[in-house]
């Protein structure tokens, strides 16, 4: 099993719409979970940062986090095409030596005009 | 927000080279790291620093060296490029403690290298 999961998508829904990411992890002691977006051939670049059981808005996004159940979501609102690319779930785990973030494979969203 | 740069973007070179990839950041942060993508693939850790003269391997074993002798600079060092080395290198850093922002990983821009 992986220490963090992701479907790999493609996520594909219509402009407007919203889409929904979910990302499930492995280490119940987790405390730090991130969300970050990734354009092809670019860095990784943070959406959403969440520490607390429940949701923690920002714009158009929503990220989620149910530690009981082990994992963390992100709402895009009023998806747009410019939202096309890969969400990338991390992790710091209670056992993660220097905060080394774990990463899921992404997944890829496609936002259709 | 974090300023981290990496030069160069881009990289060119044939096999047997030596090459050295720079980062460098502006926030004082205490830990970096480098990973390594390949296209449509995951990120992979392959080195990170506590602070100066701390470095670790990651979790991908990798033929690259790196060093922190200054808190700002983690460059990290190909003594003999083969084409299996090209990739995408990423640099991140994150100040130091547990939980808030102050664990949030900033990634630079990235070095794609080719090795021919």
């Known amino acids: 099993q992986k220490e963090v999961e992701q479907n790999s998508g493609p996520l594909s829904v219509p402009e407007g719409a919203i889409a929904s990411l979910n990302c499930t992890y492995s280490?119940?002691?987790?405390?730090?979970f991130f969300w970050y977006r990734q354009y092809s051939g670019k860095s990784p670049e943070l959406i959403m940062s969440i520490y607390s059981n429940g949701d923690k808005e920002d714009g158009r996004f929503t990220a989620q986090l149910n530690k009981a159940s082990q994992y963390v979501s992100l709402l895009i609102r009023d998806s747009q095409p410019s939202d096309s690319a890969t969400y990338l779930c991390a992790v710091i785990g209670i056992k993660a030596a220097g905060n080394k973030l774990t990463f899921g494979g992404g997944t890829r969203v496609l936002v259709k005009p | 927000e974090a300023d981290i740069y990496q030069t160069p973007r881009y990289l060119v070179i044939g096999t047997g080279k030596k090459i050295t990839l720079e980062c460098s950041q502006t926030?004082?942060?205490?830990?970096m790291y480098w990973y390594q993508q390949d296209p449509g693939m995951e990120l992979h850790l392959i080195h990170y620093?506590?602070?100066?003269?701390?470095?670790e391997k990651g979790d991908l074993s990798s033929e690259s060296t790196v060093s922190r002798i200054r808190t700002e600079h983690f460059p990290l060092t190909l003594e003999s490029a083969r084409p299996s080395h090209t990739s995408q290198y990423l640099c991140?850093?994150?100040?130091?403690?547990?939980?808030?922002?102050?664990?949030?990983?900033?990634f630079g821009p990235g070095t794609r290298l080719t090795v021919l």
């Open positions: 280490d119940r002691g987790s405390q730090s």
């Open positions: 926030m004082g942060h205490d830990k």
């Open positions: 620093s506590y602070g100066v003269n701390s470095t």
């Open positions: 991140a850093s994150s100040d130091y403690g547990a939980g808030g922002s102050k664990d949030t990983q900033y």
